[in-house]
């Protein structure tokens, strides 16, 4: 399933993919069959947006439920988080 991810970030958009593509981040993402297709800031609405391929929505959930401190580090505010699953 494709999914759209998107949200504010605290430390800026080049902190936030400095930390998104750091080993630790892109072994977690492939562990959980998670790829991702696209990524990008949207300065207008000051918004990342993450275009992701999964199995299903529970594995991002549970992904990012074992890696809050990595997200917090990633300046990520959980509180604009909003996920957008795609439907064929």
Same mark, same amino acid.
């Given at each position: %399933?494709?999914?759209?991810?998107? @949200?504010?970030?605290?430390?800026?958009? =080049?902190?936030?993919?400095? /930390? @998104?593509?750091?080993? =630790? @981040?892109?072994? %977690?993402? *492939? =562990?959980?069959?998670? *790829?991702?297709?696209?990524?990008? @800031?949207?300065?207008?609405?000051?918004?990342?947006?993450? /275009?992701q391929d999964m199995a299903s929505m529970e594995v991002i959930q549970n992904a990012m439920a074992k890696n809050q401190?990595?997200?917090? =580090?990633?300046? /990520?505010? %959980?509180?604009?988080?909003?996920?957008?699953?795609?439907?064929?």
């Amino acid at each position: %399933m494709i999914n759209i991810a998107n @949200f504010k970030v605290l430390k800026g958009y =080049e902190h936030w993919k400095k /930390v @998104f593509m750091e080993e =630790e @981040f892109v072994k %977690m993402r *492939k =562990e959980a069959g998670v *790829k991702i297709l696209a990524k990008g @800031f949207d300065k207008q609405n000051e918004r990342v947006y993450v /275009v992701q391929d999964m199995a299903s929505m529970e594995v991002i959930q549970n992904a990012m439920a074992k890696n809050q401190e990595k997200i917090k =580090e990633a300046g /990520v505010d %959980m509180s604009t988080m909003q996920m957008i699953p795609l439907q064929d």
